[in-house]
């Protein structure tokens, strides 16, 4: 659910992750709470308007969310990444680490020594 996703939410109205975590919660709940006492909803997300009546569901997408799925250049712009899995699995992390531009800011610490002091204390 990208849409409902608290983090970016959060960071846009300025408030805490855990605060729009419960409001989200909150308002799945009182969805339940109305079809269980047989209350007919309308919910209105703008691509999409989701009916539910008599607790039947009903869904029905824009004609601008319609025509834009359609399109065939859609899929490449809601991918993360266009690298094949095959390619992604084989590639060590620390190469891209290391090419990355946070990675030659920053030095990776020594393994056995991040070790060997952690096991100290």
Same mark, same amino acid.
């Given at each position: 659910?990208?849409y409902?996703?608290?983090?970016p939410?959060? %960071?846009?109205c300025l408030?805490?992750k855990?605060v729009?975590?419960?409001?989200?919660?909150?308002?799945?709940?009182?969805?339940?709470?109305?079809i269980?006492?047989?209350k007919?909803?309308n919910?209105n997300?703008?691509?999409a308007?989701?009916?539910i009546?008599?607790?039947g569901?009903k869904?029905?997408?824009?004609?601008?969310y319609?025509?834009s799925?359609k399109?065939?250049?859609?899929e490449n712009q809601m991918?993360?990444?266009?690298?094949?899995?095959?390619q992604?699995?084989?590639?060590?992390?620390t190469?891209?680490?290391?090419?990355s531009?946070l990675?030659?800011?920053? %030095?990776?610490?020594?393994?056995e020594?991040?070790?060997?002091?952690?096991?100290?204390?």
């Amino acid at each position: 659910m990208i849409y409902c996703n608290p983090v970016p939410i959060a %960071a846009a109205c300025l408030l805490g992750k855990e605060v729009v975590n419960d409001a989200l919660n909150t308002i799945f709940l009182a969805i339940i709470d109305l079809i269980k006492y047989n209350k007919d909803l309308n919910l209105n997300f703008g691509f999409a308007n989701i009916r539910i009546a008599n607790r039947g569901l009903k869904v029905v997408f824009s004609q601008d969310y319609k025509s834009s799925c359609k399109d065939k250049t859609i899929e490449n712009q809601m991918k993360r990444a266009i690298t094949p899995v095959s390619q992604t699995w084989k590639s060590s992390y620390t190469k891209t680490f290391a090419q990355s531009t946070l990675g030659t800011l920053l %030095a990776k610490p020594n393994n056995e020594v991040v070790r060997t002091l952690n096991d100290k204390t």
